[in-house]
């Protein structure tokens, strides 16, 4: 067969061929690069698996090309053309918008499972928009945007693929252009599922009704869904139906974190022992920092990773110590966590306005600055095309040892934060971060208590997810203790459009 112009490993080659006899059964062929109308009436699952390093990301990704070379549609989730009914498709998807924002800085079009199961419907006016950035009908004229606002979308549309985004870009807010949204009732195409680790049953039914083909990518050593008892999708699927990468890639020059993710599967392997392993790694190769405190420069853009709640409680209030955060107010440049949104059914258009600027639950977002209404505030939405908007914002500082949270500001209804300094490694699944520091400590908790999980320690899963979240360098904090900062808290770094989008919020009589 004719692979794709990479180079494949043995176990990569053996994995694209199994994916193409399931791809050519449904009528797709990627040797010829042609497709065939969709045949009904068989269900097709398979599970491709590897750790951390084994080439999972690579597949997805030459998978994608060459479903697009043979004439296949994206969809995308935020948009979809009439005419996608009449041709075949497929769609890319992660369980949360972390882990679809991480694929789509790798270059693969990823959108949320809750995106493809309930889909946007348009105003028709606007629809004319959509149809003409997906290159599927003329420019239309718009009474109440110009040749420039158009200008604006289109440019965007080519360097995000996103018709919200697009349409955000040209002064437009989510509810202008979406009235509302439905569940999905016709099933799509093929469906390719990344982080299938954290999928629960119900997720996977859903998905088995929409996608009559359908590709899971997964991580098996990494944390199961918290309420499925250490059990994953993966041990539902026939042994037939899976395939396993086995072999690690790396740069030309090692990867000490993948060596250290990789270590954590000797059964042999005490914590003790690797954390010798640790110190042995960092003083040979400086991607890897035997850490004796906590970074608090770092906390502001990527969160300490933790095992214990008290323990995320207690450094996200050390951090706001150390740079003097008044207890009545937040900083610029304090980083947050969206817990979600608290707005009644009356206020979807609100609702719509927040969800198609990225600002959905697990959101990372950095605060910006009080809004020009009371309990608005101003944020940068980590990864979002259009980054920066203002919002009815509800604020919780959690508090060691007191059952409620502290609420410093908050409007009646908004969006509703978290402090995002530290989170638990449960909640980072999916993300990943250039530079990760992970408290140590908590982890050496886990290992006295000796909990197993799916057959592993605890603390080898807690660890090896933790590790795995760095791309860069990996700092394995080793003490209870803080850093002093090297200046204030900065928003400079963080890019700007050119218009932040403010978006208002609705009397309560609306």
Known sequence: ?????????????????????????????????TAEPAIEGRNRVMALMGKAGSGKTLLLSELCKSLKAAGLDLVSGDYEPRKLAEKRSFAVLAPTNKAASV??????????IHRIIYTPVYDPQYERIAEWLMGEGEKPEIEDLGEDALD????????????????????????????????????????????????????FDDLREIFPNLVLFGDPAQLAPV?????????TIADVNKIELHRIHRQQAENPILDLAHALADPALEFHDFERMVEEKAAQDDRVVWANRVEVDLMARSPVLV???????????????????????????????????????????????????????????????????????????????????????????????????FIPFAARMGATFLHGAAVTIHKAQGSQWEQVQVFAPDLYAAARMGRVEAGQPLWKRL????????????????????????????????????????????TPDA
């Open 1 to 33: 067969m004719d692979l794709p112009a990479v180079t494949f490993s043995e176990d990569q080659a053996e994995a694209w061929d199994r994916v193409a006899d399931m791809l050519r059964g449904a009528g797709v062929d990627l040797d010829d690069g």
């Open 227 to 235: 309420n499925q008892s250490g059990k994953m999708v993966f041990d």
């Open 307 to 405: 095992w214990r709640n008290a323990t995320r409680i207690r450094l996200i209030n050390a951090f706001r110590n150390v740079f003097e955060a008044p207890e009545t107010e937040l900083l610029p440049g304090e980083p947050l966590i969206c817990d979600g949104l608290e707005l009644p059914l009356k206020h979807r258009k609100k609702r719509l306005d927040l969800e198609a600027r990225g600002l959905i639950k697990g959101a990372q977002v950095i605060y910006l600055g009080p809004g020009k209404k009371p309990g608005f505030s101003r944020l940068h939405v980590m990864g979002a095309a259009e980054p920066q908007l203002s919002a009815a914002s509800i604020v919780k500082i959690e508090k060691p040892d007191e059952a409620e949270p």
């Open 152 to 203: 604006r979308a289109f440019a965007s549309f080519q360097t995000h693929g996103s018709v919200p985004a697009a349409l955000a870009s040209a002064g437009l807010r989510g509810s202008d252009f979406i009235t509302g949204w439905k569940r999905r009732e016709e099933p799509l195409d093929i469906g390719f599922v990344d982080e299938a680790s954290m999928l629960d049953e119900r997720q």
């Open 463 to 506: 660890a090896y997810v933790a590790i795995t979240r760095a791309s860069e360098r990996l700092y394995w904090v080793v003490r209870p203790r803080l850093s002093r900062p090297s200046g204030p808290l900065r928003i400079d770094d963080l890019k700007a459009p050119a218009a932040p989008l403010e978006l208002q919020q609705e």
């Open 103 to 112: 694929l789509r800085m790798r270059g693969v079009p990823a959108t949320t």
